[in-house]
């Protein structure tokens, strides 16, 4: 038997109210609630892409401070699902009798933090390293991501919140770390076979 604690003493009842609020609201919405909750990461991965291929314009500097985003973002999904395994947080779906647009996830597929919000943050912090615009982005739609998983019933309210602190407090840290390249490298690396990676 697994041994795992309910969250719903710490914000049940604003999770039962946002349940409450999607189950009285228009189909067209949830169905488009329900779709940027599954495949929304996806925008993610084209503003990195974006991101990465400006940036070339720019100089191997910018675009290897690109091509660090997906290596913080990484970084905080790691830190998330380690600290997932480690509290252990059943699903609200789980620990409530409430009916969700998504359908429950099963026992052991844990719920603190949320991986979606915290991999959306650590996205959205990162890429302000490379681009405002899209950093300015990038934060709109984790803050959608954020609470489309609690619409749909899959994460309370501070399961979410606990997924943008910590992926945008990793991705700040990694990102640090990361752009502070030796200046050289970036040369030595566009003159090799990566330079497509890096120049235009």
């Not at 912090?125 to 609470?147: E, H, N, P, T």
Request: aromatic fraction near 8%.
């Amino acid at each position: 038997m697994i041994l795992a604690f309910s969250g719903s003493a710490v914000d049940g009842e604003p999770y039962t109210d946002v349940v409450g609020l999607a189950h009285r609201s228009p189909g067209w919405f949830n169905d488009a609630v329900t779709v940027w909750s599954a495949y929304g990461l996806a925008l993610f991965a084209v503003l990195m892409t974006v991101g990465w291929w400006r940036s070339r314009r720019t100089g191997a500097r910018a675009a290897m401070t690109a091509l660090a985003v997906p290596v913080a973002v990484v970084a905080a999904f790691g830190v998330d699902a380690g600290l997932k395994a480690l509290v252990r947080e059943n699903r609200p779906c789980q620990s409530l009798r409430v009916s969700t647009l998504e359908a429950c996830p099963a026992p052991g597929d844990w719920s603190f933090p949320s991986n979606h919000a915290a991999i959306a943050a650590a996205a959205a912090v990162a890429l302000c390293f490379v681009s405002r615009r899209l950093g300015a982005v990038a934060v709109l739609a984790a803050g959608a991501m954020a609470v489309s998983r609690v619409w749909i019933g899959v994460h309370y309210p501070h399961d979410v919140l606990a997924g943008v602190v910590l992926g945008g407090l990793v991705a700040f840290v990694s990102m640090t770390v990361l752009r502070r390249w030796p200046r050289g490298l970036a040369r030595r690396l566009s003159a090799t076979r990566l330079r497509p990676l890096l120049v235009s």
